[in-house]
């Protein structure tokens, strides 16, 4: 495979169009469009996001505030508590009971919340649809800052599943992003929680200190925590935006990223897991393998799901939603936020309606993405010029107007979804070669 050619740069598509096209969007016409979107029975994903985190980890990019001062915490929690009450009250306008099939608590990190804040929490989300009813309830966890019997009091009140941030379980990288939990620490905290709760591990690639073997070692001690899913991003080093990734040296980080990116994805799937999408990897048994059997995967703001709902609505600061043809965004500054929910307002400043043509590339973009296959015999020649500059390539075949991903083309979703894309790739970019294949680096154990 020829390495060099496999995309590391542009749109993650997590939606179509990306957010450089959003414009301006107030709580009315917002209100106005979730009303409308509500009174089709609709079912949703809910999003909830936590800004707060007990420490900083040099290689974040998410949108946080790094305090362990809990009166802050707490003055945050009551103004998302009134969110609540506003998403429940357009419910009540159109005369329906919440179907929320999902629930996300994400951030930042959900559980430095006290178990006190956290039971305040879901009490008011059960008055908007009971917690203990939904297929899926997750929570992202920082097993530097939470107990045993904290997974168990998360659990007890209808969490059924966790994600824990592992990114690298090097000593020494954990030190270089400043992110210090040690192997055994994660063992023993998931030790009696396991016939309870579905586990995630979220892994990092490209950071600094990383080599091959110790990747290659990483992995090994993954597969032996044996999680439900994984999920395996890049690490993005942008100090010109995060002032704090200054504290990474750019002499450790490593170069190979591709090679990288090729042999993880080799070994986790040589150890039986299943890859979905993207980044995503699951058990045999686990349902987002099965959604992909069923061809139901979906792709959401927070990556790949089963496909139960393909709308979510995000609650808190920086939360971005998507449901039926409308994107929204909430307020980064938490100050905006707050005056924002004072006012008995959602606190969106901007977001975007799809038209005819966003709506037909957003389907052929998220079905690459999902289910590596696109049937264009159901947009007649709608697509032809894109399809004439697929010609010839080793990513994909065309038969009978069915496109399929060939192997070489799985790790090159990201190249493939350009050609469809109008928004923010050149016409003189969107020309697929053909991609031999070559040596990969082999992965030392």
């Known amino acids: 495979m020829n390495l060099k050619d496999l995309t590391f740069d542009g749109h993650w598509y997590t939606s179509f169009p990306s957010l450089n096209h959003w414009g301006p969007l107030d709580h009315k016409e917002y209100s106005e469009r979730l009303r409308s979107f509500l009174n089709g029975g609709n079912s949703a994903h809910l999003y909830l996001h936590i800004p707060f985190c007990a420490k900083l980890c040099y290689y974040c990019i998410c949108n946080i505030v790094v305090t362990n001062e809990r009166e802050k915490i707490r003055f945050f929690l009551d103004h998302l508590l009134k969110e609540i009450d506003l998403l429940k009250g357009i419910y009540d306008e159109v005369g329906l009971n919440p179907d929320i099939r999902d629930l996300q608590f994400g951030g930042g990190t959900p559980s430095h919340l006290s178990q006190e804040e956290f039971g305040l929490l879901c009490s008011k989300l059960n008055t908007l649809s009971p917690l203990m009813g939904m297929d899926e309830v997750a929570m992202e966890i920082d097993p530097r800052t939470v107990k045993q019997e904290d997974l168990l009091f998360y659990y007890e009140h209808g969490v059924n599943r966790i994600s824990f941030?592992?990114?690298?379980?090097?000593?020494?990288?954990?030190?270089?992003?400043?992110?210090?939990?040690?192997?055994e620490m994660v063992r023993d905290l998931l030790s009696g929680v396991r016939d309870k709760l579905s586990v995630?591990?979220?892994?990092?690639?490209?950071?600094?200190?990383?080599?091959?073997?110790?990747?290659?070692?990483?992995?090994?001690?993954?597969?032996?925590?044996?999680?439900?899913?994984?999920t395996l991003l890049k690490y993005c080093h942008a100090p010109e935006v995060k002032k704090h990734m200054k504290l990474i040296k750019e002499e450790d980080l490593p170069i190979e990223l591709a090679e990288m990116f090729v042999n993880i994805v080799d070994e986790l799937q040589r150890k039986g897991y299943q890859w979905i999408g993207l980044d995503h990897f699951a058990k045999p048994t686990d349902e987002l393998t099965l959604a992909q059997i069923n061809g139901t995967v979906h792709r959401t703001f927070n990556g790949f799901t089963p496909g139960r709902t393909k709308d979510m609505i995000g609650l808190g600061p920086t939360t971005t939603g998507a449901f039926g043809t409308m994107y929204a965004q909430a307020q980064y500054d938490l100050h905006e936020y707050y005056n924002s929910i004072n006012r008995d307002e959602f606190p969106v400043f901007r977001g975007y309606k799809l038209n005819y043509d966003d709506t037909l590339r957003r389907e052929v973009i998220f079905s690459l993405l999902c289910?590596?296959?696109?049937?264009?015999?159901?947009?007649?020649?709608?697509?032809?010029?894109?399809?004439?500059?697929?010609?010839?390539?080793?990513?994909?075949?065309?038969?009978?107007?069915?496109?399929?991903v060939t192997k070489e083309g799985r790790y090159k979703l990201r190249n493939l979804c350009k050609v469809f894309d109008n928004k923010d790739v050149k016409p003189e970019h969107k020309k697929i070669s053909q991609f031999p294949i070559t040596r990969k680096v082999k992965l030392v154990a």
């Not at 990288?173 to 192997?183: D, G, H, L, S």
């Not at 892994?203 to 992995?219: C, D, N, R, S, V």
Request: proline letters at 5%.
């Open 200 to 230: 995630n591990f979220d892994l990092l690639y490209g950071l600094p200190l990383q080599t091959h073997e110790t990747i290659a070692k990483t992995i090994e001690q993954v597969v032996e925590l044996s999680p439900d899913r994984i």
């Open 165 to 183: 941030g592992i990114q690298d379980f090097d000593p020494q990288v954990q030190k270089a992003i400043n992110r210090e939990q040690p192997f």
């Open 371 to 404: 289910q590596q296959r696109v049937d264009f015999r159901h947009y007649g020649n709608y697509f032809n010029r894109e399809l004439t500059l697929l010609e010839g390539s080793d990513l994909c075949t065309l038969k009978d107007g069915v496109l399929q």
